[in-house]
Antibody, heavy 120, light 111 residues
Framework: QVQLQESGPGLVKPSETLSLTCSVS????????WSWIRQPPGKGLEWIAN???????NYNPSLKSRVTISVDTSKNQFSLRLSSVTAADTAVYYC??????????????WGQGTLVTVSS | DIVMTQTPLSLSVTPGQPASISCMSS???????????LYWYLQRPGQSPQLLIY???SRFSGVPDRFSGSGSGTDFTLKISRVEAEDVGVYYC????????FGQGTKVEIK
């Protein structure tokens, strides 16, 4: 059973960079796409970016200038960096998997989510 | 960018009764490969979202058959034939044809 676990600081200061890692266990990170999705408290879901295990990336245009997604296949992990954060970036951040197997199974596995608060 | 619009935003349903949620996209979700990339997710209170329906109408593994998806082009519907207590939560549609965009969510509660 594939499991995803987000990790990183729960508190980030305004203007600094938010950094999160998603560790994948129970399966390989290879041959899949991996995404970051966030959810501000009490609000809806927003897709941030995804990355293929080979390193090709896609970004939400509204966040593209501040986001970097990367993958480390040797550690079975992928990461998110979001720069110049403000209070509007306060959210639960989820990592999730996308799988293609004659059909696209988008976000078939999710992490439990980690709350990141932007505050001084 | 593709905008996804769900209606209604909230729904109160008597157990055993049907429920229906609509989702409209600002442009067609039909891909050049012939598939339509529209997905439905349920986020139960305090939990991560879970995949219910992929590619408009295919139920994901373990999803009860009381859930069904339909639609084409820009108009889609999620139906629950007989709502149960465990169906409470927020339902999101999402397009996967150009990047990824979620609808605003529809909160379903039990009367």
């Amino acid at each position: 059973q594939v499991q995803l676990q987000e990790s990183g600081p729960g508190l980030v200061k305004p203007s600094e960079t938010l950094s999160l890692t998603c560790s994948v266990s129970g399966g390989s990170i290879s041959r899949y796409y991996w995404s970051w999705i966030r959810q501000p408290p009490g609000k809806g879901l927003e897709w941030i970016a995804n990355i293929y295990y080979s390193g090709s990336t896609n970004y939400n245009p509204s966040l593209k200038s501040r986001v970097t997604i990367s993958v480390d296949t040797s550690k079975n992990q992928f990461s998110l960096r979001l720069s110049s954060v403000t209070a509007a970036d306060t959210a639960v951040y989820y990592c999730a998997r996308e799988r293609y197997d004659n059909s696209w199974y988008v976000f078939d596995y999710w992490g439990q989510g980690t709350l990141v608060t932007v505050s001084s | 960018d593709i905008v996804m619009t769900q209606t209604p935003l909230s729904l109160s349903v008597t157990p055993g009764q049907p429920a229906s949620i609509s989702c409209m996209s600002s442009r067609s979700l039909l891909h050049s490969d012939g598939k339509t990339y529209l997905y439905w997710y349920l986020q139960r209170p305090g939990q991560s979202p879970q995949l219910l329906i992929y590619e408009v109408s295919s139920r994901f593994s373990g999803v009860p058959d009381r859930f069904s998806g339909s639609g084409s082009g820009t108009d889609f519907t999620l139906k629950i034939s007989r709502v149960e207590a465990e169906d409470v939560g927020v339902y999101y549609c999402m397009q996967g044809v150009h990047l990824r965009t979620f609808g605003q969510g529809t909160k379903v509660e039990i009367k």
